[in-house]
């Protein structure tokens, strides 16, 4: 099989059921939650090639040593075109004998059965949530990262953020970046034109098609509104309360500026928008000028004063007029509570939805009952974490609109 994206023809949901059932019948042991979670991280982080693709898989369905070489024999079967995952017929015993062929992508030496063939260092595979941790030699800081989270330890992207060393965090940055945000969509002016009845009858276009037929509108022509992605505008606290999960954001955030087109802004005793920096494709460029151009990082939190400025500011003028509207930070602001209740109001009026992220909910016992967060709470659509890796995947949920909404306190 050659090395190519995930067609956009086939669905996550149905490749997922179809290698788990494939799987199943292989005699490896598969419950649809595991399906379940490779289907969310194929929609959250497509695959891109076919190594990709493998370890999507494998670090989701793998997780004893022995299952090793029967996965990677249903993995050829299946993914090199010899096995329909879809087919409801064979022996199970049969995908280990497809698997005695040479692979295109082996396992790291770490975890290579005996008599695998040795990896090769030209495909490598890209990183998805629910990855696992271990050691590898590899011939570049993103083979690196891959490797890291492809093991069989699996706590790596459990970890918070704030746990994580240097070079895990770097790695870990280097996944984040890939994670794909995306917004509900909404229904523009521009209309374009439909073949059903049932929609507005476009007056231009059947006046215009009259004119060639002696003024006599022999066809109605109808149209429908466009759907676009409403605007994502993100807002992070990089006071000094949340300095062990700014990177991590930040990384977010960039990614989210320079390819979803987000809105990205950060405070801590001011706002500072950083759209123009964050747009930048070079990740550590980008936070370079992010860097030079915030003066207030690790300071105290004025949230309801920074509110108060990106509405007067940009909401009003449209930037948060049904928009996506993200805000990571702890609750720990100087102002008054009270503030903090009018500014959110204010926000509420002018967004579609409103995701709060907060990394001390992870907190076995946290309860937003006090002080900046209690007040901002009810005006809020979802209420989550963000703390890890695999913490993100409800953020991107929330952020779609996927999650229920919260139950204020």
């Not at 987000?262 to 000028?289: G, I, M, N």
């Amino acid at each position: 099989m050659a090395d190519r994206g995930l067609q956009p023809s086939i669905e996550a949901a149905a490749l997922a059921a179809g290698f788990s059932t494939a799987l199943h019948r292989a005699g490896l042991p598969v419950s649809p939650d595991r399906a379940a979670r490779l289907a969310e991280a194929l929609r959250l982080v497509p695959p891109t090639d076919r190594a990709a693709l493998y370890w999507a898989c494998r670090v989701v369905f793998v997780s004893q040593q022995q299952h090793l070489a029967r996965f990677d024999a249903v993995f050829s079967a299946v993914f090199d075109g010899r096995l329909d995952p879809a087919e409801s017929r064979g022996d199970p015993n049969a995908p280990p004998a497809v698997g005695s062929e040479t692979r295109t992508k082996a396992a790291p030496p770490t975890n290579r059965p005996a008599g695998a063939p040795e990896p090769q260092p030209d495909r490598p595979p890209a990183p998805l949530p629910g990855a696992d941790s271990a050691d590898g030699d590899t011939d570049g800081p993103e083979r690196d990262a891959i490797l890291a989270l492809a093991s069989s330890d699996e706590h790596l992207h459990e970890m918070a953020f704030a746990d994580l060393d240097p070079e895990e965090l770097d790695r870990l940055r280097q996944l984040v970046a890939r994670i794909v945000l995306s917004t509900p969509t909404r229904s523009s002016r521009r209309r374009h034109p439909s073949p059903h009845s049932r929609d507005r009858l476009d007056v231009a276009r059947t006046v215009r098609a009259a004119q060639r037929t002696g003024g006599d509108p022999i066809t109605l022509h109808h149209a429908r509104r466009r759907q676009t992605p409403r605007r994502l505008v993100l807002l992070c606290d990089v006071s000094g309360s949340m300095e062990p999960y700014t990177r991590v954001f930040l990384t977010l955030l960039q990614g989210a500026a320079s390819g979803a087109r987000a809105e990205a802004f950060v405070f801590s005793t001011h706002l500072t928008r950083l759209t123009r920096q964050l747009a930048l494709r070079d990740p550590d460029q980008a936070l370079a000028q992010a860097a030079a151009t915030a003066t207030d990082w690790a300071g105290g939190t004025r949230l309801a004063a920074s509110i108060r400025r990106f509405i007067d500011d940009f909401g009003r003028r449209g930037l948060a007029r049904g928009a996506v509207i993200v805000l990571f930070s702890d609750g720990w602001a100087q102002d008054d509570p009270a503030d903090v209740d009018a500014q959110m109001a204010r926000l509420r009026r002018l967004a579609h939805r409103i995701v709060w992220v907060n990394p001390r909910k992870a907190a076995a016992g946290y309860r937003p009952l006090v002080g900046g967060m209690a007040a901002a709470l009810p005006y809020c659509d979802a209420f989550v974490s963000g703390h890890s890796y695999a913490a993100l995947a409800d953020v991107a949920a929330a952020i779609r609109g996927d999650l229920h909404p919260i139950d204020h306190p």
